[in-house]
Each structure stands twice: as structure tokens, then as C-alpha cells.
């Protein structure tokens, strides 16, 4: 489906505060159990915030991502070197710190019924413009330590790994730059 297609059909909506979802299935235990019974913890307990993307007049739940706030830090990398490498192809010398200010998508699944429909770049690409556009918050990353299995999907989506080093068997640190956005 194109991005017209897409926004014509679905809506993506933060969920409401104490608002659960009755069935979601993405084919991921960890993510399934996370919309159905844990976004509504995290988000009272100011964690993290959950949005979902649903067919229009129906309320019919068909993907989620949740944000929370993050950083890209000197913490992040094998050494220092290798931090003033990548801060220094970003940030003019004034600007040179020991963090950046980044917004972390700490989960995102699409339901088994709608694989295939481009919902997942949708996605990407709505937190990319939300975070850019106006630069409502001073953000200038995108992170996600994202599953083995969905790293190709975000470097398909232009995200970058933070640093060579492999981070644990099961995830990676990716970032996106939303400096890369041109229309901000």
C-alpha cells in the first residue's frame, strides 16, 4: 500500500489513559503481551508512551510502538574515539557533548492479519515527521534496540547502527539522525 493508501484506511491515535487493547497479534509473545497487558502500566507510570494505528470507525487495533526518552551517549560506544567520530560528523565544535538528546521506540509490532502492508515504514515514518517537524521536543535521534530479525526492516528505513560492537544475541542499537529529514 502507498502512505496515501495507508492514511486513508488507518489512523494512528495515542492510547488513552487507562485504554487496553482486547486482541492483537503480531506473532511475537514479548510484543503481544506488552499491547495487551503492560502499555497501560508503563504509560501511568510515565515510562513510556504508547500510540496505535487502527482501522478508521472500527477501533480495530492492527499495530502499536511505544516511545520513551533517550540518549545517544559516549556510554553508547566501544571508546571515546569512536564517540568523537560520530559526534564530530554531526555537530560543529561548540555543540560537542557527552549526550544527545533521542527519543527511543521501545516497541513496535503490526498484527499477522495486515503483514505486508507497509504499516511498519508508516510507522517510521510518522514518529520520523513527529519528531522533526517544528522539533517539538530538541530531539535530534531516533533510537530502537531493535530484534536480531528486524534489523533489516530499519536499515531499510535508513537507520544506522550506533557502534561495530555487537550488542547482545537478541538486539542491536540502530539510530536514525533527524537531521537527514530535509522539510523540518
Do not use: W
Not at 540518549?71 to 566501544?78: H, Q
Not at 560528523?89 to 502492508?117: C, H, M, T, W
Amino acid at each position: 500500500m502507498t502512505s496515501e493508501e495507508i492514511a486513508h484506511k488507518y489512523q494512528i491515535r495515542r492510547l488513552r489513559r487507562g485504554e487496553s487493547v482486547a486482541s492483537f497479534n503480531c506473532g511475537d509473545e514479548d510484543l503481544n503481551d506488552f499491547i495487551l497487558n503492560e502499555a497501560v502500566k508503563y504509560r501511568e507510570a510515565r515510562l513510556a508512551v504508547t500510540y496505535v494505528i487502527e482501522i478508521k470507525n472500527t477501533n480495530n487495533v492492527v499495530g502499536f510502538f511505544s516511545l520513551a526518552n533517550d540518549r545517544v551517549s559516549i556510554s553508547d560506544f566501544e571508546s571515546k574515539t569512536e564517540f568523537n567520530r560520530f559526534r564530530k560528523k554531526r555537530f560543529v565544535n561548540e555543540k560537542r557533548l557527552k549526550s544527545y538528546p533521542a527519543v527511543k521506540i521501545g516497541r513496535l509490532g503490526i498484527d499477522l492479519s495486515v503483514k505486508g502492508q507497509s504499516l511498519g515504514t508508516f510507522i517510521i515514518d510518522f514518529i520520523k515527521s513527529y519528531f522533526a517537524v517544528d522539533n517539538k521536543t530538541g530531539c535530534r535521534f531516533i533510537t530502537v534496540d531493535a530484534y536480531i530479525n528486524a534489523i533489516p526492516f530499519y536499515l531499510k528505513n535508513n537507520f544506522l547502527p550506533l557502534s561495530t560492537e555487537a550488542d547482545t544475541d537478541h538486539t542491536k542499537l540502530l539510530f536514525f539522525d533527524l537531521e537527514e529529514i530535509e522539510d523540518k
